[in-house]
């Protein structure tokens, strides 16, 4: 079955520091990956996706994920953390097969301080 | 800016009541969705829809159901309102199956 999974429920980090968020995947197929962000109590923004071609891919405010095949993994990198980067961070997933459905990650929230 | 607008922000309603959540997007999208976020258990779909008068279930329908009459609306409706149905409710949109979905700000039910 399809299944997406974010293995840490927080990650904490210094103002400064790199950052990353880790997800996996399971798919039979072609994997579509999403990464997107929820500040508290607000909908979720979209920040970046892999559909196909390079691996790494950059998206919004500065972030980017690495698309690993070999290890089934879409880990959210970003070199410098900012304290405004504090927020729920969802990874998504899509197959070719799936019609129009997402398959959200658990949530990992980020915590940056200053 | 495509814009998805969710009628409330904070809705509190008593157990039984039939609870109506209201969607709207305006940039012609054919497919919306209607997801409940619950902590730990990340977004859950509920139902969807690709066109007008057309629906999916999503996992967990149960206790839930569904209107689109026009595109632009979609409209998720709790027949019977329990408190095993207090949570986050988000509504999406999107043009295209390789597209990010845009979300709206969500609707935060409470039953009591």
């Known amino acids: 079955a399809q299944s997406v999974a974010q293995p840490e429920d927080q990650v904490n980090v210094a103002e400064g520091n790199p950052l990353t968020v880790k997800c996996t995947y399971s798919?039979?197929?072609?994997?579509?990956l999403f990464w997107y962000v929820q500040y508290p109590n607000r909908g979720l923004q979209f920040l970046l996706k892999?559909?196909?071609?390079?691996?790494l891919v950059k998206g919004s405010y500065g972030f980017e994920a690495e698309f690993n095949k070999s290890q089934t993994s879409f880990h959210l990198k970003k070199p410098s953390a900012l304290v405004s980067d504090s927020a729920l961070y969802f990874c998504?997933?899509?197959?070719?097969?799936?019609?129009?459905?997402?398959?959200f990650g658990s949530g990992t929230r980020l915590l940056v301080r200053p | 800016d495509v814009k998805v607008t969710q009628s409330s922000r904070y809705l509190v309603k008593r157990t039984g009541e039939k609870v109506f959540l209201e969607c709207v997007q305006d940039?012609?999208?054919?497919?919306m969705f209607w997801y409940r976020q619950d902590p730990g258990l990340g977004l859950r779909l509920i139902y969807f829809?690709?066109?007008?008068?057309?629906?999916e279930k999503g996992d967990i329908p149960e206790g839930y159901s569904v209107s689109r009459e026009k595109k632009e609306r979609f409209s998720l409706i709790l027949e019977s309102a329990s408190t095993n149905q207090t949570s986050m409710y988000l509504c999406?949109?999107?043009?295209?199956?390789?597209?990010?979905?845009?979300f709206g700000s969500g609707t935060r039910l409470t039953v009591v």
């Open positions: 998504v997933l899509r197959w070719v097969d799936s019609s129009y459905k997402l398959i």
């Open positions: 892999y559909i196909t071609g390079d691996n």
């Open positions: 999406a949109s999107s043009p295209h199956r390789d597209y990010g979905y845009t």
């Open positions: 798919v039979s197929g072609n994997p579509y």
């Open positions: 829809s690709y066109d007008v008068k057309m629906k």
């Open positions: 940039m012609d999208h054919e497919n």
